[in-house]
């Protein structure tokens, strides 16, 4: 089975983090809706330049007043950016968004976009200007080190990705529900068998419900015990059958399996 990407300091300790002051909605949809709007406040919409215009290409995570978390496959070096952030609708001008240009792109360095299964698919992001958090502007939590889901255990996917296999893009943040597929299901021959490395969290695989071309780097939101939002997964790839194909889950990077690699960048840069 040949996957394909989502086309185009101690951060788990930071205070506030994972809370929105606009409680998302939770009930249990069985296929993306439009999310409240700015009910995600961590999420941003990554676009890059072409031809004068901007043009959404993958989602994130706002993780610190000038660091985002994405995927590695969402950054091209030749292409400039800009990370909006606030946003809900990517169409309409919205009070309170802001568009800031990276200072800084730090890609994984055993990132390998030839073999997209080897993992390591996440980046750092490094704004030219520190955001101020607002109720339409949060910090995501990061999971503790070594954090692993339990089967089943209810995630929400968001972003702006198309709605369907070739589809079109969201104009609204989508949210749907995504329960997490454990590493023993997720890597039977039948799923993603030696593709799924563990490093690496599943979610979805119901052949209805699944990240697609856009949602790439963006977050798989999962509340813990204490009732705050962290963000567990950044959305890498799907099958190359299609975004909702049956036992071929969304894969992300797990990101409690990167808290070093995050404090390292971050204090380095």
Known sequence: MIPIV?????IASV?????PPIEPLTTRV????????HSWPWQISLQYNRNGEWRHTCGGSLIASNWVMTAAHCINPSLSYRVFIGKHNLVNTEEGSQ???????IVHEKW????VALGNDIALIKLSEHVT????????CIPAAGTVLENNYPCFITGWGRLSTGGPIADNLQQALMPVVDHATCSKPDWWGIALRNTMVCAGGDGIVAGCNGDSGGPLNCKN???????HG???FVSGLGCNYVKKPTVFTRVSNFNDWIDQAMMNN
């Open 30 to 37: 069985v296929n993306g809706v439009d999310a409240k709007p």
């Open 6 to 10: 989502l086309a185009s300091v101690l």
């Open 112 to 115: 390998n976009p030839i073999f």
């Open 99 to 105: 568009a800031i240009i990276p200072e800084k792109l």
């Open 234 to 236: 950044i959305a890498s």
């Open 225 to 231: 015990q204490e009732g705050i939002w962290e963000v």
């Open 133 to 140: 958090l607002s109720d339409h502007v949060q910090l995501g």
């Open 15 to 19: 205070l506030g983090c994972g809370t």
